[in-house]
């Protein structure tokens, strides 16, 4: 099992337009952030810019920074700063267009409000958490499961962040304690959370949904193959694609979850095995593979996309710069924004780029 600092940062965006899946597309780099940063998290707002909020910089060690991307100028901005530094956190846009910034090695969780460019406390979680996920259900709450606290040891309990009362509650445990896993809100509005390495520190091949009218955890089968520090998107269809992560060795394996069939189907695999990788379903419906550790432990350039109609990884174009730990972002005009992370040297640079599709 390899961890990263702690942080595994996965950002996952679908879109609704709809032409031929493209093929290829390219990279070019955008304007630079005020300051680099990995292990941090990025949101696309509703009105269109993005919340790139934390994380640690070679150097400088946790950061309370945070800063606003524009498409439309190309260009980083700072906005408010966080009332605790952290990273290995979980941002999460809520419906009523606030982001909650929960955990990171802390208990402690904040509100951004776009409106007023501003961190605000609220609510705690019942307990210190990293490398844990944060799920938006349909009814607007949060379900924040997993992950590690402070004292090294993996988590079974789940909690619920009520936007109505700020307040986060206990529900149901996992069935197994669980960190670097997925969770993935199916289209029946339940959650699926996958793999993941255990409170032994070994690698999980089981699955488990999430009933948010219960408040409760069942067993959902097993992965065909054991895995931490991997990627899950959500596909258009409704099924999940699970992407490389480890089991040991780096993984250049892929699956299919179909909630038809309620069955994980082998998919192809990827050209190169990599961990921590970021997965975007793009408007095409392809999905672009970026970055991540390859088995010998190096940050790569090398992207990939998955052609769900054929069941195929093509190659994709190089980034800018090797990344890892770093995110990846669907922006409303079709585009992916890529920030941040370790580059091939472990430094934090402030560069980010742009990928670009290209209709076939």
């Keep these: 099992m390899r961890i990263l600092f ?46 790139v909020v934390g994380g640690f910089a070679i150097g400088s060690g946790n950061l309370g920074t945070a800063e606003l991307y524009d498409v439309s100028t190309e260009t980083f901005t700072p906005t408010g700063s966080l009332a605790t530094p952290r990273t290995g956190h979980t941002a999460t846009l809520l419906q009523n267009g606030k982001v909650l910034i929960a955990g990171g090695n802390l ?15 609220t609510g705690a979680m019942t307990t210190d958490r990293v490398m844990h996920t944060a799920t938006l259900l349909n009814d607007g709450r949060v379900l924040v499961a997993g992950g590690q606290n402070a004292a090294i040891e993996r988590l079974a309990s789940a909690e619920v962040y009520d936007p109505a009362t700020g307040q986060f509650t206990s529900v149901d445990s996992l069935n197994d304690a ?70 040991g060795p780096v993984l250049a394996a892929c699956e299919i979850y179909d909630p038809a069939t309620d069955s994980f189907l082998p998919a192809d695999d990827l050209i190169t095995a990599r961990i921590y990788p970021t997965a975007t379903v793009l408007r095409s419906g392809t999905v672009l593979v970026a970055g991540g550790f390859n088995e010998l432990s190096h940050a790569v350039s090398g992207t990939e996309l998955y052609r769900t109609q054929r069941d195929f990884f093509a190659r994709g174009g190089l980034m800018t710069v090797n990344r890892v730990a770093h995110t990846a972002t669907l922006l409303k ?28």
């Design 6 to 51: 702690g942080v595994l940062v996965l950002i996952i965006g679908v879109g609704s337009t709809t032409f031929a899946e493209p093929i290829t597309g390219t990279f070019r780099s955008t304007g630079a952030m005020t300051t680099g940063h990995a292990g941090h998290t990025a949101t696309l707002l509703q009105n269109g810019k993005v919340l």
């Design 107 to 121: 208990a402690s969780a904040e509100l951004y409000d776009p409106a007023t460019g501003k961190f605000t406390p």
């Design 178 to 247: 669980r960190a670097e896993h997925s969770a993935t809100l199916l289209a029946n509005g339940t959650v699926l959370v996958a793999g993941g390495g255990d409170a032994g520190f070994n690698t999980l091949g089981s699955v488990e949904r999430y009933n948010p009218v219960t408040d409760t955890f069942s067993p959902a089968g097993e992965l065909l193959a054991a895995r931490d520090g991997h990627a899950a998107a959500q596909l258009r269809d409704g099924r999940v694609l699970f992407i490389g992560g480890s089991d």
């Design 333 to 360: 005009n079709g585009w992916v924004l890529i920030t941040g992370g370790l580059d091939a040297s472990n430094n934090t640079p402030a560069g980010a780029e742009l990928f670009i599709p290209t209709k076939p």
